[in-house]
């Protein structure tokens, strides 16, 4: 699903939805293939990761634009996590 955001934001041109969706899919492909294991922390981030895509698409839905959300710090510690 998250996928499937990313490559729609793009084509949408909703840049911050798109990199968050970017990040977090990397972080659970990093899961997936068994570079990292789960812990609270990444769980956190990912549920943070959840809370801003719901967050955006509001705005989207509402106003048509992504809203006045920063996505740096969320990508940032979906990247590092």
């Known amino acids: 699903t998250i996928h499937t ?5 793009s084509f949408l041109g909703f840049t911050k939805l798109e ?6 899919e990397n972080l659970l492909a990093r899961l997936r ?3 990292m294991t789960l812990t609270p922390g990444i769980v956190s981030a ?3 990761m959840v809370d801003a895509v719901r967050e ?6 509402a ?6 959300m920063d996505p ?10």
């Open 63 to 68: 106003h048509g634009d992504e809203g006045a």
């Open 33 to 35: 293939n068994g570079e």
């Open 46 to 48: 990912l549920l943070t």
């Open 5 to 9: 955001l990313k490559g729609t934001a």
């Open 72 to 81: 740096s710090a969320l990508v940032s510690r979906l990247n590092t996590t």
């Open 56 to 61: 955006i698409l509001a705005a989207i839905e």
């Open 19 to 24: 990199s968050i969706a970017h990040a977090g």
